[in-house]
């Protein structure tokens, strides 16, 4: 067992567990608040491809009002924190005011330190950072859907 040997059996559980995470489908609706046409439309296709329902908003105002429209279908939410007509924080707080165990994945460009402040202790599912990659919120969903908050 010198420099060259190499643990198969450890190179194919890390295989399998990227298999098995790429195999994770969802089931229900996602509801995407984003003020940004393009995210809410790139982040429907990926939610989509991952078994996902999406329900689309595009100010806070919006998805608090679909929220309460449809919230028994609603098994998760990506918020983006900043928009006009309502805020990520004031629309995070009405949907937390209407469910307190509502699962919501902050979604913003700023670094988590700064986008997690205002959110610190509340109960948020968790964050990702814009531009996100499918595989990111694959992880995120999961993690949302089978984790705890923040």
């Known amino acids: 067992m010198g420099d060259g040997w190499v643990d198969r059996g450890a190179i194919a559980g890390s295989d399998q567990s990227v298999a098995d995470a790429e195999a994770w489908r969802g089931s229900g609706t996602i509801l995407i608040i984003d ?13 989509e491809d991952m078994g996902f329902e999406t329900m689309t908003a595009e100010n806070g105002w919006e998805g608090v009002q679909h929220y309460l429209g449809s919230r028994d279908q609603i098994v998760g939410v990506l918020l983006d924190m900043t928009m006009p007509k309502m805020d990520g924080i004031e629309c995070f707080s009405q949907l937390r005011g209407i469910n307190p165990k509502v699962k919501v994945v902050l979604s913003t460009g700023y670094n988590e330190r700064v986008a997690s402040g205002g959110f610190a202790g509340k109960g948020l599912a968790g964050y990702i950072q814009k531009p ?14 089978e984790g705890d908050s923040l």
């Open 35 to 47: 003020d940004e046409v393009i995210i809410r439309e790139v982040a429907a296709c990926i939610l």
């Open 132 to 145: 996100y990659e499918p595989k990111a919120l694959r992880e995120k969903m999961r993690s949302m859907l």
